[in-house]
């Protein structure tokens, strides 16, 4: 693993304040409440009666009783959303479904104290790798388009996941985890008030699969975050989050059909492989002004490269259906910068219980991506990709480019009367691509400057009963501008890609009955144009070009019931279609058809049970259910059977049950996992290969064995 190399970072200063109430006032009156608090609507405190959208949270505690070894055992508790990896092979690599089929494009947001990790238009979905867990406080998801305070990326969903504060005298812990999928991690933290103004979490990780179930899917990763608090004053507060990562793994690729069915486990890659290295600081300066005004300078520098020998280009040449034993890759390297800046400004007014947002940003991030030829060498025998050659300078893309993003937005909430809370909020992006073919007259296409631009509303309404009782409304437009590295490799007058665009209309409610009974639904009608889609070109070639309309329409719930202080049942689900409007591929109309790997059904069951003892001893046991209804994986009618007869691929879904359970005594923890409890076959993800004529599947995990333990000071 590469080293980390220091470099000097000049800290934006900055201003924050709370107005009317303290966060920690607005925490008690939010426990009276029995309500939760989140900050991801709109980058401040809200309570979720103020929301005029469908958010889910993870609290302190569900993440400490999860013990997950993966961001995906978290988020996939939240109704409607479906992080689809492999627990025994893709080491993080992952698809996303929220409100959409399961893929990488851009339509979720990953966010960082509120803050966007990766830069728009650089494939943000690898940022999830940038990750450090540990650090993890809490997490928020708002579903559906947040654009009008995000920007562009923010369609399906928003994840934003809040780093734990200093605590308040010196803590920590180490901890050591282990499962027969060829993991171990290890992970330690520490926190302390060091001063009455200084404050510092430190948290990092280690982890490794080494000779795991399925072939060629070692990896190592080391994560470190470090955040500093200092108080200048009771007024003027200081925040700083470093985040460092070094990560590699292998690139096990998918299955075919007769593997998977037959349990054959055995990778046809060799040398495939994904290494990234990222650095991120950003910085924050709390201001209190006064009751009614607060603002907030932010400044973020990220520094991150990824190099690739990826499974999914590689393709192997047949002759009559046989292979001839050689084929083609590509090596590609992806390295950028950022520097950005962000100012936000809220104002209390004193009539209606009314506010305004008004905030600017500005996100400047060069970006260097080359990507060359390999020579593959195939073994006919077995299908298996066993050496390559570079063929150095033979470039597929070379270029440079400045993506300036710069934006400005506002958000005004009012309460005409108190039961009733009317937000409306207006954002302006404005995108330029500064490209420089660094091949120019060998291969890409010309230098060129693009813009795109696109202003964002949002319109919404919250009606609250009483304290427990709540419902909403909201209408709201989604964004987002071609990635950089897919706008320049496809280019052409047939691909030329066009952003795309997103109207989105939901109604919800929510019902608490304090400590017994907690119910969140959402209805809702995502349509939209220009939808970004992966189809295979002549040469079994992944290519990215627009749908003409799509629409994903459903409905999402949430329910958490207390029978007893020490049970809890807790389920969460939905229901979604997802159809191609208006499509055509290769002159076929798809126009009114299910669109491809999306599952109409999603689910997840907690059955837990808590007990706590006198003398510091207790445990906790959880049952969970992971379901994932069948969904076609090619276009619907796309199989010609030679006969005048047409068929859709599909995969039949699966249902997965997991165990965990967790004994803690004083400052000790240990646990155990068992996944896959009746060692069910099924794909994290499956797709169909119309030049196979068959389905490949991403592998889930067969039954294993996780193992933790914890020493808490």
């Given at each position: 693993?590469k080293?980390?190399?220091?470099f000097?970072i000049?800290?934006?200063?900055?201003?924050?304040?709370?107005?009317?109430?303290?966060y920690e006032?607005?925490?008690?009156?939010?426990v009276?409440l029995?309500?939760v608090?989140?900050?991801?609507?709109?980058?401040?405190?809200?309570?979720?009666?103020?929301?005029?959208?469908?958010?889910?949270?993870?609290?302190?505690?569900?993440?400490?009783?999860?013990?997950?070894?993966?961001?995906?055992?978290?988020v996939?508790?939240?109704?409607?959303?479906?992080?689809?990896?492999?627990r025994?092979?893709?080491?993080?690599?992952?698809?996303?479904?929220?409100?959409?089929?399961?893929?990488t494009?851009a339509?979720?947001?990953?966010?960082?104290?509120?803050?966007?990790i990766?830069?728009?238009?650089?494939?943000?979905?690898?940022?999830l790798?940038?990750?450090?867990?540990?650090?993890?406080?809490?997490?928020?998801?708002l579903?559906g388009?947040?654009?009008?305070?995000?920007?562009?990326?923010?369609?399906?969903?928003?994840?934003?996941?809040?780093?734990?504060?200093?605590?308040?005298?010196?803590?920590?812990?180490?901890?050591?985890?282990?499962?027969?999928?060829?993991?171990?991690?290890?992970?330690f933290e520490?926190?302390?008030?060091v001063?009455?103004?200084?404050?510092?979490y430190?948290?990092?990780?280690?982890?490794?699969?080494?000779?795991?179930?399925?072939?060629?899917?070692?990896?190592?990763?080391l994560?470190?975050t470090?955040?500093?608090?200092?108080?200048?004053?009771?007024?003027i507060?200081?925040t700083t989050?470093?985040?460092?990562?070094?990560?590699?793994?292998?690139?096990?690729?998918s299955?075919?059909?007769?593997?998977?069915?037959?349990?054959?486990?055995?990778?046809?890659?060799?040398?495939?492989?994904?290494?990234?290295i990222?650095?991120?600081?950003?910085?924050t300066?709390?201001?209190?002004?006064d009751?009614?005004?607060?603002?907030?300078f932010?400044?973020?520098?990220?520094?991150?490269?990824?190099?690739?020998?990826?499974?999914?280009?590689i393709?192997?040449?047949?002759?009559?259906?046989?292979?001839?034993?050689?084929?083609?890759?590509?090596?590609?390297?992806?390295?950028f910068?950022?520097?950005?800046?962000?100012?936000?400004?809220k104002?209390?007014?004193?009539?209606?219980n009314?506010?305004?947002?008004l905030?600017?940003?500005?996100?400047?991030?060069?970006?260097?991506y080359?990507?060359?030829?390999?020579d593959?060498?195939?073994d006919?025998?077995?299908?298996r990709?066993?050496d390559?050659?570079?063929?150095?300078?033979?470039?597929?893309?070379n270029?440079?480019?400045?993506i300036?993003?710069?934006?400005?937005?506002?958000?005004?909430?009012?309460?005409?009367i108190?039961?009733?809370?009317?937000?409306a909020?207006?954002?302006y992006?404005?995108f330029e691509?500064?490209?420089?073919?660094?091949a120019?007259?060998?291969?890409?296409?010309?230098?060129?400057?693009?813009?795109?631009?696109?202003?964002?509303?949002?319109?919404?309404?919250n009606?609250?009963?009483?304290?427990?009782?709540?419902?909403?409304a909201?209408?709201s437009?989604?964004?987002?501008?071609?990635?950089?590295s897919t706008?320049?490799r496809n280019?052409?007058?047939l691909?030329?890609?066009?952003?795309?665009?997103?109207?989105?209309?939901?109604?919800?409610?929510?019902?608490t009955?304090?400590s017994?009974?907690?119910?969140?639904?959402?209805?809702?009608?995502?349509?939209?144009?220009?939808?970004?889609?992966t189809?295979?070109?002549?040469?079994?070639?992944?290519f990215?070009?627009?749908?003409?309309?799509?629409?994903?329409?459903?409905?999402?719930?949430?329910?958490?019931w207390?029978?007893?202080?020490?049970?809890?049942?807790?389920?969460?689900?939905?229901?979604?279609?997802?159809?191609y409007?208006?499509?055509?591929?290769?002159?076929?109309?798809?126009?009114?058809?299910?669109?491809?790997?999306?599952?109409?059904?999603?689910?997840?069951?907690?059955?837990t049970y808590?007990?706590?003892?006198?003398?510091?001893?207790?445990?906790?046991?959880?049952?969970?259910?992971?379901?994932?209804?069948s969904y076609?994986?090619?276009?619907?009618?796309?199989?010609?059977?030679?006969?005048?007869t047409?068929e859709?691929?599909?995969?039949?879904?699966?249902?997965?049950?997991?165990?965990?359970?967790?004994?803690?005594?004083?400052?000790?923890?240990i646990?155990g996992?068992?996944?896959?409890?009746?060692?069910?076959?099924?794909?994290?993800?499956?797709?169909?290969?119309?030049?196979?004529?068959?389905?490949?599947f991403?592998?889930?995990?067969?039954?294993?064995?996780?193992?933790?333990?914890k020493?808490n000071?």
């Amino acid at each position: 693993m590469k080293n980390i190399s220091a470099f000097a970072i000049a800290l934006f200063i900055g201003v924050y304040s709370y107005a009317q109430q303290s966060y920690e006032e607005k925490v008690a009156d939010s426990v009276a409440l029995d309500e939760v608090l989140v900050t991801s609507a709109s980058r401040e405190i809200q309570k979720r009666s103020e929301v005029p959208g469908s958010i889910a949270t993870l609290n302190a505690k569900s993440i400490k009783e999860t013990k997950a070894f993966g961001i995906d055992q978290l988020v996939n508790q939240v109704p409607g959303v479906f992080m689809s990896t492999s627990r025994a092979a893709s080491n993080e690599q992952h698809f996303m479904a929220v409100r959409s089929p399961i893929s990488t494009k851009a339509l979720f947001l990953y966010l960082e104290d509120g803050l966007q990790i990766r830069p728009t238009s650089v494939f943000n979905h690898n940022a999830l790798l940038e990750m450090n867990d540990v650090s993890f406080g809490r997490i928020e998801v708002l579903k559906g388009p947040a654009s009008s305070i995000y920007g562009s990326e923010a369609i399906g969903g928003s994840f934003n996941f809040i780093t734990k504060n200093p605590t308040e005298k010196l803590s920590g812990s180490i901890g050591f985890q282990t499962n027969d999928l060829g993991l171990t991690r290890y992970e330690f933290e520490i926190s302390d008030q060091v001063s009455d103004k200084l404050g510092f979490y430190l948290g990092g990780q280690y982890g490794q699969r080494e000779d795991g179930l399925i072939e060629h899917s070692d990896y190592e990763k080391l994560a470190v975050t470090l955040k500093t608090v200092y108080e200048f004053s009771p007024t003027i507060k200081w925040t700083t989050v470093f985040d460092i990562v070094d990560y590699r793994s292998d690139m096990t690729g998918s299955l075919s059909e007769n593997d998977f069915n037959g349990g054959n486990f055995e990778s046809d890659q060799t040398f495939t492989e994904r290494e990234a290295i990222s650095f991120r600081v950003r910085s924050t300066v709390d201001k209190f002004w006064d009751d009614t005004n607060k603002t907030s300078f932010n400044f973020i520098v990220r520094d991150n490269r990824m190099d690739q020998n990826p499974s999914y280009r590689i393709r192997q040449f047949r002759n009559q259906g046989q292979l001839t034993g050689l084929g083609s890759g590509e090596l590609n390297s992806n390295r950028f910068k950022s520097f950005v800046g962000l100012v936000q400004h809220k104002l209390d007014f004193s009539f209606a219980n009314s506010s305004l947002i008004l905030g600017a940003t500005a996100d400047y991030s060069p970006q260097d991506y080359s990507a060359e030829t390999l020579d593959i060498i195939v073994d006919p025998d077995t299908g298996r990709n066993i050496d390559f050659t570079l063929n150095s300078g033979d470039f597929i893309l070379n270029y440079e480019a400045n993506i300036f993003n710069y934006a400005s937005f506002l958000q005004y909430e009012i309460s005409p009367i108190d039961a009733l809370k009317v937000t409306a909020a207006l954002r302006y992006d404005g995108f330029e691509y500064d490209y420089n073919n660094l091949a120019d007259g060998i291969v890409g296409v010309d230098d060129a400057v693009d813009n795109f631009n696109n202003l964002t509303p949002k319109l919404g309404a919250n009606y609250n009963f009483n304290t427990k009782t709540g419902i909403y409304a909201n209408y709201s437009q989604g964004f987002t501008p071609p990635q950089v590295s897919t706008l320049y490799r496809n280019r052409n007058e047939l691909r030329g890609i066009k952003p795309s665009r997103y109207n989105n209309y939901e109604l919800g409610g929510y019902f608490t009955v304090p400590s017994k009974l907690k119910v969140d639904a959402a209805i809702y009608v995502l349509e939209g144009e220009n939808t970004l889609i992966t189809l295979r070109d002549e040469n079994d070639q992944f290519f990215n070009t627009n749908a003409g309309k799509t629409r994903s329409y459903g409905v999402e719930y949430g329910v958490t019931w207390y029978p007893t202080k020490e049970l809890s049942l807790t389920h969460n689900g939905s229901y979604a279609m997802h159809r191609y409007v208006e499509f055509f591929d290769s002159g076929i109309d798809y126009s009114d058809t299910d669109r491809e790997t999306a599952p109409n059904l999603l689910g997840t069951s907690l059955l837990t049970y808590r007990k706590d003892f006198e003398n510091h001893f207790g445990f906790n046991v959880t049952a969970e259910h992971e379901l994932v209804g069948s969904y076609n994986t090619s276009f619907e009618n796309q199989i010609d059977n030679q006969d005048g007869t047409f068929e859709t691929a599909e995969y039949d879904g699966h249902s997965v049950f997991n165990l965990r359970t967790t004994i803690y005594y004083k400052s000790f923890e240990i646990w155990g996992h068992a996944l896959n409890v009746f060692d069910e076959l099924y794909a994290a993800r499956a797709s169909f290969n119309r030049f196979r004529g068959e389905n490949s599947f991403t592998i889930g995990n067969p039954r294993a064995f996780h193992f933790g333990a914890k020493y808490n000071f």
